[in-house]
């Protein structure tokens, strides 16, 4: 699986962390900065991995910022993403069995390393379930072409 990664200078640190924690599983990973601590604007990040997912270029995307907060909304302008900010693994697994979710976004002032990699692990290993829920999508995709 492709995943692309970004954040913000906040979320810098977690970042490399979990890119290291899925290259070490296998996975390619896209890294689309920022590159340093140095003060960077999130919505640049969130803009980049989520267009990245929306044109197909991975399957996946992370987005971090301190509290996870500016970078999904970011994340979630860009058409067809779905963005879910998790602060635990049962949101992560639920924002995939339920909401189809193709971004996780973290907070890294808000949760330490090793629940952060466990809610990537739930993330990436939960599939959609379909059914009912697949409806409820196809009507978040419908606001993205009617909504104002
Ligand atoms: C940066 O200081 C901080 O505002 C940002 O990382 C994020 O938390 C915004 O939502």
């Given at each position: 699986?492709?995943?692309?990664?970004?954040?913000?200078?906040?979320?810098?640190?977690?970042?490399?962390?979990?890119?290291?924690?899925?290259?070490?599983?296998?996975?390619?990973?896209?890294?689309?900065?920022?590159?340093?601590?140095?003060?960077?604007?999130y919505p640049l990040y969130g803009e980049a991995v989520a267009?990245?997912?929306?044109?197909?270029?991975?399957?996946?995307g992370i987005v971090i910022c301190g509290t996870g907060i500016?970078?999904?909304?970011?994340?979630?302008?860009?058409?067809g993403v779905r963005a879910a900010l998790c602060t635990n693994?049962?949101?992560?697994?639920?924002?995939?069995?339920?909401?189809?979710?193709?971004?996780?976004?973290?907070?890294?002032?808000?949760?330490?390393?090793?629940?952060?990699?466990?809610?990537?692990?739930?993330?990436?290993?939960?599939?959609?379930?379909?059914?009912?829920?697949?409806?409820?999508?196809?009507?978040?995709?419908?606001?993205?072409?009617?909504?104002?």
């Amino acid at each position: 699986m492709k995943i692309s990664i970004g954040s913000d200078h906040a979320g810098y640190e977690l970042k490399e962390i979990i890119k290291e924690y899925l290259e070490n599983q296998g996975y390619e990973v896209v890294d689309k900065g920022t590159y340093s601590k140095e003060s960077v604007d999130y919505p640049l990040y969130g803009e980049a991995v989520a267009k990245s997912v929306s044109a197909g270029e991975v399957d996946k995307g992370i987005v971090i910022c301190g509290t996870g907060i500016g970078i999904s909304i970011s994340a979630n302008k860009v058409k067809g993403v779905r963005a879910a900010l998790c602060t635990n693994e049962y949101m992560a697994r639920m924002s995939r069995k339920h909401n189809d979710a193709n971004v996780l976004a973290l907070g890294a002032r808000v949760l330490g390393v090793d629940l952060a990699l466990s809610i990537v692990d739930a993330f990436l290993s939960t599939e959609f379930e379909g059914g009912r829920h697949e409806r409820r999508v196809h009507l978040i995709q419908n606001i993205e072409s009617t909504g104002l």
